[in-house]
């Protein structure tokens, strides 16, 4: 990883927080951005658990300078709490759904990632 770092790949975790995610991979990977599981932000706004748990990732990314995506923000209530947690970047159906092939942001991205082949998402 150290080695596609040097190339300037970006360097994700997607579904941070379970299966063999860990913890230790903070300190040994040199990732950019951490893509939380969507199980803790399901009930983030009415489960304290969920929400301490996000709360404190957000908190450690912001510490360790790496980025931090929340997956399947669906609705206000779980937006409002990511941003008073600092966190801005956020994917779900809050915002949109899925893009077709032939959607004009679909269009954007696809002439993105072939301008810019270091960057993946």
Known sequence: MHALKEFGITLFIDDFGTGYSSLSYLKR??????K??????TEIACNTEDAAIVEA?????????????AEDVENINQATLLKEYGRNEMQGYYYSGPFGPNHPASVIILQYSLMSPTKIA
């Open 57 to 69: 990732i957000s908190t450690l990314t912001q510490n360790l300078g790496i980025g931090l995506v």
């Open 36 to 41: 939380i599981d969507r199980s803790f932000i």
């Open 29 to 34: 990977f040199p990732f950019d951005w951490l």
